[in-house]
Every structure is written in structure tokens, then in C-alpha cells.
T-cell receptor
């Protein structure tokens, strides 16, 4: 079975440019999560969706960041305009949990390493 | 405010010995806890979990212990192997689907 698929794996862009990261969750999973990993802050949750609906976007750093999930098999995270401080590894994860005991295991994609010059 | 803390950024253990990774949490609403392992240039991989109704869960060489009164959990790896060298993240969740992660502990297993 294919795991979580992310593209691109690496992205190098210049400050001010728009960046779009893509994620295909595991088929049958109803939750999707976007994380950012940096040396300083570790793994931060940016936003998550249940059944394609955004549930909690309190981790989105500012209005330059937006995320969509138009259907159960695809999500995007967009940064516009990008800044050097956005450089990080961005992970997408999916899961079957909607809360409750034993149902919140998340499965991660390989990540997108973003470098903003 | 860090709700899940891994106070040891790194740990070095000899091959064959026990590795003990620690994690503390502050939110009493957390009722499900997980450990993830991460190799460089890969996403975190789920390793083992425990719910708050248990105090121990074992899977092969990996055992997670939960002390609810102390709000503390630990991951024991016995015996440690060089392939266990990775960054280990502790995570916790409550009634919502989201996980709160610690900052990770880098484990180095030496020969």
C-alpha cells in the first residue's frame, strides 16, 4: 500500500515567490495534518482537516499561509509570498482518528524541504 | 507553552544495552500517547503507543511505560541496536484528533 505522498520533495525558491506543497493521504484515512519542522521549534502542527473540513488552523503562522483539501485524496499548503524564515521541512500526515482511545495514530509522508533564498 | 517535553536532546548508548527515552506532559486531558522514530530525510514513523487506561505496552524490543500521576512516560529499547540510531519523538493527544509533539531526543547507539 502506498503511504502518504508529498510533492515536491525539495523546493528552492526566492523570497516573494508563491510556493505550493502537495499531499496525497493514505486511502481511507479521514484526517489530514500539515506540520512544519524546524531546529528551533521541532514539529509544529499548522492545520488539520477531518473529512476534508479544516478543524484547527491555530498553528498557521500568518495570513501568508493557506491550506485546502478539495477532496479526500488531495491537499495543498500554499505560502504567498514566501520569506526566508519559512525555510523548513513540511510534513503531511494522515490518520483515521476522530478522537478517542487508540485512534489517533498518524502516518507521515517523507516531507518537503523548502528553502527560501 | 510546551505541553509535551523531552528534556534530553540527545542520548548515547552502547549496542546491546538498554536505551531509556523520557517524556513529560502537562495537560491532564491527554489520554493517548505515542512514540515516533525519525531517520534523516524521512518522515516520522509510528513506533508504539499507549492509552491512559494502561501503564505499560510492549512490542518486541520496545516498551512504553506511563505514569499518569507523574505525567511521565518513557520508552525502553532492549537490547539497543545500531539501527535504532534516530530521533525519537513523544506525542500526546486528547479528545481531538491532533497530536502534540515533543522536541525529540537524538539516540546514538554505538558499537
Amino acid at each position: 500500500d502506498a503511504g502518504v505522498i508529498q510533492s515536491p520533495r525539495h523546493e528552492v525558491t526566492e523570497m516573494g515567490q508563491e510556493v505550493t506543497l502537495r499531499c496525497k493521504p493514505i486511502s481511507g484515512h479521514n484526517s489530514l495534518f500539515w506540520y512544519r519542522q524546524t531546529m528551533m521549534r521541532g514539529l509544529e502542527l499548522l492545520i488539520y482537516f477531518n473529512n476534508n473540513v479544516p478543524i484547527d488552523d491555530s498553528g498557521m503562522p500568518e495570513d501568508r499561509f493557506s491550506a485546502k483539501m478539495p477532496n479526500a485524496s488531495f491537499s495543498t499548503l500554499k505560502i504567498q509570498p514566501s520569506e526566508p524564515r519559512d525555510s523548513a521541512v513540511y510534513f503531511c500526515a494522515s490518520g483515521t482518528g476522530t478522537g478517542g482511545q487508540g485512534r489517533n495514530t498518524q502516518y507521515f509522508g517523507p516531507g518537503t524541504r523548502l528553502t527560501v533564498l | 507553552d510546551q505541553q509535551v517535553k523531552q528534556n534530553s536532546p540527545s542520548l548515547s548508548v552502547q549496542e546491546g544495552r538498554i536505551s531509556i527515552l523520557n517524556c513529560d506532559y502537562t495537560n491532564s486531558m491527554f489520554d493517548y500517547f505515542l512514540w515516533y522514530k525519525k531517520y534523516p530525510a524521512e518522515g516520522p514513523t509510528f513506533l508504539i503507543s499507549i492509552s491512559s487506561i494502561k501503564d505499560k505496552n510492549e512490542d518486541g524490543r520496545f516498551t512504553v511505560f506511563l505514569n499518569k500521576s507523574a505525567k511521565h512516560l518513557s520508552l525502553h529499547i532492549v537490547p539497543s541496536q545500531p539501527g535504532d540510531s534516530a530521533v525519537y519523538f513523544c506525542a500526546a493527544s486528547g479528545t481531538a484528533s491532533k497530536l502534540t509533539f515533543g522536541t525529540g531526543t537524538r539516540l546514538q547507539v554505538t558499537l
